[in-house]
């Protein structure tokens, strides 16, 4: 059963800075894509970033040069790490994966609350 477990949100004041860790169990993040999207109130889900199995990483351009997506494979957990933090940053920050067996199925963590205060 794969399961994603998020951590790392919190409140922060603009300019400052979060790590994200998504730490996965039921498959390996470095066979598959991984992904963070953020929802904030009365918005649509936006991607953040993905990192794939070979390493490649696609950044949303409203956080590119702010935000960068890494991957730890011996502990199984990508990471979204998060520099000049800017109040429209604000929104619950959700982990998913793309697992291919016979199948494409994607998973998705419970998300993590990000607060950006001015």
């Known amino acids: 059963q794969v399961q994603l477990v998020e951590s790392g949100g919190g409140l922060v004041q603009a300019g400052g800075s979060l790590r994200l860790s998504c730490a996965a169990s039921?498959?390996?993040?470095?066979?598959?894509?991984v992904g963070w999207y953020r929802q904030a109130p009365g918005k649509q889900r936006e991607l953040v970033a993905t990192?794939?199995?070979?390493?490649?990483?696609v950044i949303a351009t409203s956080v590119k040069g702010r935000f960068a997506i890494s991957r730890d494979n011996a502990k199984n957990t990508v990471f979204l790490q998060m520099d000049n933090l800017k109040p429209e940053d604000t929104a619950v920050y959700y982990c998913?994966?793309?697992?291919?067996?016979?199948?494409?199925?994607?998973?998705w963590g419970q998300g993590t609350q990000v607060t950006v205060s001015s």
């Open positions: 998913g994966i793309w697992v291919v067996t016979t199948s494409l199925t994607d998973y």
């Open positions: 039921g498959t390996i993040v470095s066979r598959n894509t």
């Open positions: 990192i794939t199995s070979g390493g490649s990483t």
